[in-house]
């Protein structure tokens, strides 16, 4: 083809259009659509390239730690996750040159200590913040490398889930003291498992410690804490465990290969929060003019006295306690001290001096109520103009189907109930055509203010009706209760489901508690036994639930915290190993052997979840086969073969 030939490249139009099609197909098959993606994602961590003093080394007389790497790395989080052991008195320098990290030490360092840097995930590249996973170095400023070790888990004492960013302390100094007021000789801190590892120690005997240390000064507070201690001293060590190779081929002697076992065993600390006594004012404030509430840091349970300093009164206040005696309200029942703007209270309750004696403490605080918004003012007095309510309304928890078999009636009042009569709270069966009254017992509930309790053995699928004659109740400004009528019919008992633990091995009193499936384990039911045999929880709505035990030592009928000061570890506590799916009208019968576990295990195994996670796996798995199978096979040309090609 000759360009000057201008009739010859007329006559070839058709084939470079062709070719044109065709490159245009070739490239738009091998080429993806867009801007280019830069590569594959960086998924691999940075490589360590050298180290200054090398790993386990001698004799080491630096001021910093350098660490190199294959790439640039970010050191944001090193600061706050890495852990020197022993522990230095000043914070390190932690700063980055080139690829290079370095930890700049602020003091000098021991004679003759093996020094342990634990960086845990804290070191990232720069690029996808990929972690080294678990990095610890580890060198001596002597001659020898101590290597023994120390390892385990902590827990919480009342959960048993495991416990993250708590320092856990290794002392020399066996006296019960140093925790309180010096400085550990090791310290190391757990991961997002629990788990804790010294690996620099050197032979000796040691008190082992954990810690949420609130303040970050590695000191014991308690009651401001929480701390966990081991019954035992600790007294590490190592020996060789020779492994014959009797598969060595041709050799006149066996090969010997091995490994190093480390004691002791690992250990399980359980955190714990000791109960000291520590009474103060909280909270005070004024939520109306008839209502006042306090709060304290202890029971003031009968210490607690109230003088009113405006003025000399008599009978002027009702007080309400919570079950705890550490909260209570203040009705006034006065009307002219209700009218005061400011209250001047005198408090009196029990207080521990220094040398840990009672004596009656004092204190005085203001009351004030202030009132709201001039609009609000307005709609109050609009509502101070209509007719005086005579009477007030009982709140209840009935509803009209599906009353649970479990609860009892709950009548609540608004303010403080000062007598009520029994005589005028009737209950019946709704198709007693002679209305006759069911014996009942009315109580007062005492884990919920003004609030009484109608108990009664429900039968299943039953209509029932309650009766409140009016002025059955009378509260603390003499108004009474409206008359009351409500119909109700109790739940199915087909409904229900059934726990039955066949407990084993019993060798102390029993706290068994039924749990909801949450994080925060609400107690639902508790039962208590103190031998081996079969214990059952029935009328459980279809839901998922929780079972833990608490091992009540002492018998009390709840959970004792521990006591350091008497060596006293908190009451252990264990879990049935399954999340229990309750269906209706179904029984999960579990057996139980209660033999005393050192290792404390909390495996909750949801069936139900681990059902769907197989089956979404096997579903996925089924997908992919059958997206292979309908992939089309392309040739070495590819899919279309070569279109230059005739």
Known sequence: MRLKDGKEIVRNLPLLALLLLTA???????????????????????????????????????????????????????????????????????RTKSKTLIVGFNEELKPDVTYSLDFKNSVTDNNENNPYMGLRLLFSTGSRLDTLRVAGMVKNATNLDPQEKMWVLLYSNSNDTAVYRTKPDYISRTDSRGIFLFDNVRKGNYRLYALNDANNNLLYEPGVEEFAFSDTLVSPSAEYIAEPDTLAAGADSLLIAGHTLFHPDPLYLRLFQEDVFEQYVDKSFRESRHKCLISFGESVKDTFNIRLLNEEAKNWYSLEFNPEVDSLTIWLTDTLI???????????????????????????????????????????????????????????????????????????????VKSFDPGKIRLRKADDVKATPLKIKVEKDTSVWRTYRIAYPWEPNTEYVLEVDSTAFENIYGITSMKMKQNFTTQKDDYYGRIILDINAVSTPLLIELLNNSKEEKVLKTLKTAKDGKVTFDFLSPEKYRVRIIFDKNNNGKWDTGDFKTKTQPERVAYLPEIVKVRSNWDNQFSWNLKPDPTYKKVLFDKEEEELRLKKLKEEKLKEAEKEKNAPVESPEGVFGNPLRR
Not at 36 to 59: C, E, H, Q, S, V
Not at 82 to 93: A, G, M
Not at 374 to 383: G, I, S, W, Y
Request: hydrophobic fraction near 35%.
């Open 24 to 94: 245009t197909l070739i490239f738009s098959r091998c080429a993806n659509q867009g801007m280019p993606t830069g590569g594959p994602k960086d998924t691999i961590p940075p490589l360590l390239t050298d180290m200054t003093p090398p790993l386990r080394g001698l004799n080491y007389t630096g001021k910093d730690v350098r660490i190199t790497f294959n790439e640039y790395i970010v050191p944001d989080a090193v600061s706050e996750e890495l852990v020197i052991s022993p522990p230095l008195e000043k914070r390190p320098v932690i």
């Open 338 to 416: 209700a009218r005061y703007d400011t209250l001047k209270l005198e408090l009196s309750y029990a207080q521990l001096d220094s040398l840990k004696k009672r004596f009656i403490a004092r204190d005085t605080i203001q009351m004030v109520y202030t009132e709201k918004e001039k609009q609000e003012v307005r709609k109050k007095r609009k509502e101070e103009e209509a007719p005086e309510v005579v009477q007030f309304y009982l709140n209840s928890n009935l509803k009209a189907s599906g009353f649970d078999l479990n609860n009892p009636i709950l009548l609540t009042s608004p303010e403080p």
